[in-house]
């Protein structure tokens, strides 16, 4: 089952950058603009679901203030990540814009797997993955290579 909600989380990402896009066009206004509708409009369904759920509760709200500043950096880096998609896909389309954001993704997950960073459980660099991850990039460069040689 995670591993459907993880392929619908990919169709819902590919879907959200040019619906983003196409309502800063039609607003005739900034990609940024329509970034912060769009996480309006998140933050509103994540809020009524919260709420409804139960999951919303007093107690939440008193443990905010002793976490760490670094653990609210997810809603700035989603923030960017919005930002960037609205921005991004019509400039350089939607699959160069995600083939980049999903080697970025490959390689920080990568790192970030290695060390066991925020707690999460540490798995070890093997080669099986650098050698797929070089494939992959290999894939990338022939894939954009009528671009990069202008």
Not at 14 to 29: D, W
Not at 96 to 118: E, K, P, R, Y
């Amino acid at each position: 089952m995670y591993y459907v909600v993880a392929l619908c989380m990919g169709l819902s990402i590919a879907l959200q950058a040019p619906i983003n896009a196409a309502l800063g066009r039609s607003l005739q206004t900034s990609p940024l603009v329509a970034a912060l509708i769009s996480f309006f409009i998140g933050t509103l369904c994540l809020l009524l679901i919260a709420f409804y759920s139960g999951a919303l509760n007093l107690g939440i709200f008193q443990a905010l203030g002793t976490q760490n500043w670094w653990k609210f950096l997810g809603g700035v880096l989603g923030a960017f990540f919005v930002f960037g998609t609205t921005l991004l896909a019509p400039k350089i389309g939607l699959l160069n814009m995600f083939l980049l954001v999903l080697f970025g993704q490959l390689i920080t997950s990568l790192l970030l797997d290695s060390i066991g960073a925020f707690g999460l459980e540490s798995k070890p660099i093997l080669w099986n993955k650098i050698i797929g991850l070089g494939v992959i990039l290999i894939g990338l460069f022939v894939f954009f290579y009528r671009e990069i040689r202008g």
